[in-house]
């Protein structure tokens, strides 16, 4: 086959996946012995490009359609067209974005972006970049927090310096655990603080853990307030943690992955975000309730200047980095962990001229349309239940089973058992030690007669499940 023959059968593949991606089921399952028998995975393809579009086939047949109404399980659903079209191009240019030389297109509309976005934010002199995803925007926040608290320290590393504690709300996201492990304060220097019966970060615990870690000689450097939970999606309240800050010093980070898109409406920034813009660093996840395809993370800092490249540069890199470059203040990977940097820049930008603040603030909007309804129907039903109620998007529930039988497992069995029939993939979680259903609604096309069906779906299977 020649390229032009190639590209022609993989574009037509691209477009009918695209054109059926809410029909049917959501993914026709398998097993994974019997998938990998299917995909034959083994099997030699030199210069076989039969084979490829085989496998190809394969790949699409048997992967979850995430832009299907049945898709529920995430924080996303499928991807917006512009974002798709960016991604095309992004895989066929195939550069690295750390260098203005190597990727003058995309260095530009990444910079753009995030000036753009810094502004929406509302903060001053600041500066950002993309990254890997919240879990790294988190990460190198308390990054730059860590090397800020203390003189010397990305140097000269932990031993002998001040033992220092970051604080979060017990139920922020795990990353930031992850964090603490990665940058060596170790996870048990990373404080869970008390959440209300909201889910929000308690300030009153916050004062006191405080007040008790400086007493026993550590160093509070850091607090992430929580933009939206995973689970619940509370907003820890901002104003009284800037309070916080100003007696203590420490560097107040925003983890808005989730719940960041409130954002893109000036109502809902002003019900969840109130104080956003005086946060010392914030991070945003597109690839979440905007639509865009994954990674498309942004990471802002405000009045620090200069710290992001001083955080995350190390070492000698004269071979790629070159001050003498006229161009070299450009280059965004000098303010990166990464070396090589994927292209997230252009998938964004697309996105973002094609539908704006304003479109996607719609998109926002009726997603919490969607989730009030949704939480509407569930009260109302008698088989149904909210688990806690509802804070913003997310809606936790459950079904209720008949007594005697223990709702966790019920819950679990009914959610694999949509799964297995292709009929939904909804999220699952904890609160306390009560199992809960995560419904998210990030389907652009979503309408209430979706959130009726999804329902009725559940109903259904508990009543067959609870009828044996
Ligand atoms: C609140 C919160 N923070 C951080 C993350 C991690 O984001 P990412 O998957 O982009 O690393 C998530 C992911 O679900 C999240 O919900």
């Given amino acids: 086959m020649n390229d032009q023959a190639i590209f022609q059968r993989l574009l037509a593949l691209v477009e009918q996946y695209h054109a059926r991606r809410k029909d049917g089921k959501f993914l026709e399952y398998l097993e994974p012995q019997a998938l990998a028998r299917e995909l034959q995975l083994e099997q030699e393809a030199p210069g076989d490009w039969q084979q490829l579009f085989h496998w190809i086939e394969k790949y699409l047949q048997h ?52 000036e753009q976005m810094l502004k929406l934010v509302g903060f001053e002199d600041g500066e950002g970049q993309m990254t890997t995803g919240s879990s790294s925007g988190n990460m190198i926040a308390m990054l730059a927090a860590r090397n800020q608290a203390v003189d010397g320290i990305k140097e000269q590393g932990l031993s002998g310096m001040p033992p220092l504690v970051a604080f979060v709300s017990a139920d922020a996201h795990y990353s930031l655990d992850k964090a603490a492990n990665i940058l060596g304060l170790g996870t048990d220097n990373l404080v869970k603080v008390p959440v209300d019966e909201h889910g929000r970060l308690r300030p009153d615990a916050l004062t006191r853990l405080l007040a008790e870690q400086k007493a026993m000689g550590r160093q509070p450097f850091f607090v992430c307030a929580t933009l939206g939970t995973t689970v619940r999606g509370a907003y820890d309240p901002l104003p009284p943690l800037l309070e916080l800050r100003g007696e203590y010093g420490f560097w107040l980070h925003g983890d808005g992955a989730w719940g960041g898109a409130a954002l893109l409406d000036e109502e809902l920034r002003q019900r969840y975000l109130r104080g956003v813009e005086q946060l010392d660093s914030f991070t945003w996840d597109f690839h979440k309730m905007p639509g865009s395809n994954l990674m498309c993370n942004l990471l802002l800092f405000n009045h620090h200047k200069g710290t992001l490249r001083c955080a995350c540069s190390a070492g000698e890199h004269s071979y790629l980095f070159r001050e003498e470059h006229e161009d070299a203040e450009l280059d965004t990977g000098t303010a990166s962990l990464q070396c090589g940097r994927r292209v997230d820049s252009l998938k964004w930008f ?85 199992l809960t259903l995560r419904l998210l609604i990030t389907h652009p096309d979503f309408t209430t007669a979706d959130v009726d069906h999804f329902l009725q779906s559940v109903v259904d299977m508990g009543k067959r499940l609870a009828n044996g």
């Fill in 63 to 114: 992967s979850v359609k995430t832009g299907h109404p049945g898709f529920l399980n995430r924080m996303w659903s499928g991807a917006n067209l512009p974002s798709i079209m960016g991604e095309i191009i992004t895989a066929v240019t195939n550069t690295s974005a750390c260098t203005y030389e190597a990727a003058p297109v995309s260095t530009l509309m990444e910079h753009y972006m995030l």
């Fill in 350 to 434: 697309l996105d973002w001229k094609y539908f704006g603040r304003q479109g996607l603030g719609q998109r926002i909007r009726h997603y919490l349309s969607l989730a009030e309804y949704a939480e509407d129907r569930i009260v109302q039903h008698p088989d149904l239940e909210m688990t806690v109620p509802r804070e913003s998007f997310n809606v936790c529930f459950r079904y209720l089973p008949p007594a005697g039988m223990d709702a966790n497992d019920f819950n679990l069995k009914l959610r694999h058992c949509l799964f297995e029939e292709g009929v939904s993939l909804v999220g699952v979680a904890y609160i306390g030690d009560r």
